[in-house]
């Protein structure tokens, strides 16, 4: 099976929704009040209409996060699958240039922006309380900087570019991905019973030590647990491709649209997920409704000829091209422009004028910083023209070897 251009272009639309995300909650709070109930100004309310209905998927930061979990699982399975016996290593090498050196060049160039912007407070009048207090909340020492790079994982450690929690569990997950592909492969009900068993696990661990964020490098850990049924759900989602592909042709149009439909809606559920609960049931009512709603896209992402004339499209397959770094960089873009014109233009304008300046930056950033470092990972990872020859060779005859990114 290729890499699917949809897919890629899905995770594009995905970063672009963090992006909106991320610039919504940057409004004082005091728009995020949504108007009392029976009065004409809530259905014209901002605040209710991007939390009560259905346009709150536009805003849906944490789901989409939930889907790049999911995709990744679901890519790295058919990089997997093409070669089981390969070397771990050159799967590793070319996911540490591929996932970390990019990250290691944003949280650097964000350690150098902040000392030409030299952020202050922004008044609550002015941005909201999660913009002012937790984003470049801390002058980037070299210390703290050592922590963003060797991938701490606690707050603190992400307040250089904030998306970086997710690409910690990211890489912490790489790591381990092809046991775990081996394992729900082969062994699938007990491999995804075993993956249940290690997130309720962990879950319990931070609500019984009262924590959504991690603030030690353990907890962290079990935070990143409770990430990885979304990865095993890719790796299912792989597995069972024909089997859905199938019942997907079988059943009606209709049907399928009046049952996927509602199901991608649940990736705009309210954000209740690991680190802003302690509640077990609420978590797992989260990891859920993300899980449906990741599922959902996905199908009809591969399988809906609608949907695919549209993810084909040149600007959405250059979205998807530059998601990894409009994920990276769009922060520091957000946070420059508020802080360097807060006092000079109001906070609409600067918002508006953050999504071109973060799609230009991620253009930037994908052809100097990500294309160069995915090259040297193919680079690192080359193989004698006489041996891939024989590899090949190999594949052709049924044999598998090596493992692909």
Not at 91 to 116: D, E, H, K, N, Q
Request: include cysteine.
């Amino acid at each position: 099976m290729r890499r699917s251009i949809e897919l890629d272009s899905l995770r594009g639309v995905a970063a672009l929704i963090v992006l909106l995300y991320h610039s919504w909650a940057t409004f004082p709070d005091a728009v995020h009040a949504v108007p009392p109930l029976r009065t004409a100004a809530l259905f014209f309310s901002p605040a209710f209409l991007l939390r009560d209905t259905p346009l709150h998927l536009m805003v849906s930061g944490p789901g989409c996060v939930a889907l790049f979990f999911v995709l990744s699982g679901f890519v790295l399975s058919i990089s997997l699958s093409k070669f089981q016996k390969g070397s771990y290593g050159r799967y590793i090498t070319r996911r540490f240039c591929r996932i970390y050196l990019p990250f290691a060049a944003a949280v650097l160039i964000s350690a150098i922006a902040y000392g030409f912007v030299l952020p202050h407070p922004v008044p609550e009048a002015v941005a909201s309380y999660w913009f002012s207090h937790d984003q470049w909340s801390e002058k980037p020492t070299w210390g703290l900087i050592l922590q963003h790079l060797l991938m701490v994982g606690t707050p603190r450690a992400n307040t250089l570019d904030p998306p970086m929690w997710s690409l910690v569990a990211e890489m912490r997950v790489s790591l381990v991905f092809p046991l775990l592909y081996l394992l729900i492969s082969r062994y699938r009900v007990m491999g995804m019973a075993a993956v249940m068993l290690a997130y309720f696990a962990a879950s319990g661990v931070m609500t019984a030590i009262g924590e959504g964020e991690p603030k030690s490098f353990v907890a962290s850990l079990c935070f990143t647990i409770e990430y990885l049924p979304l990865f095993a759900l890719g790796i299912l989602l792989y597995e069972t491709r024909d089997t859905l592909r199938s019942i997907y042709d079988r059943v009606p149009a209709a049907v399928r649209w009046a049952v996927l439909l509602p199901c991608v809606l649940l990736l705009g559920v309210p954000h209740v997920g690991p680190e802003t609960t302690l509640t077990m049931g609420t978590k797992l009512f989260w990891l859920i409704s993300v899980g449906a709603g990741s599922a959902a896209a996905m199908l009809i992402a591969l399988h809906s000829r609608a949907a695919s004339r549209i993810l084909c499209l040149k600007p959405l397959q250059w979205l998807g091209h530059i998601s990894y770094s409009l994920y990276l960089f769009h922060m520091l873009v957000l946070m420059a422009m508020v802080h360097l014109f807060r006092e000079s233009l109001p906070l609409t304008t600067i918002l508006a004028c953050v999504i071109p300046l973060s799609l230009l930056a991620a253009g930037l950033s994908y052809l100097l910083i990500e294309r160069p470092a995915m090259t040297l990972g193919y680079w690192l990872t080359r193989r004698p023209v006489a041996k891939a020859a024989r590899d090949w060779q190999q594949v052709g005859t049924g044999e598998t070897v090596g493992v692909s990114q």
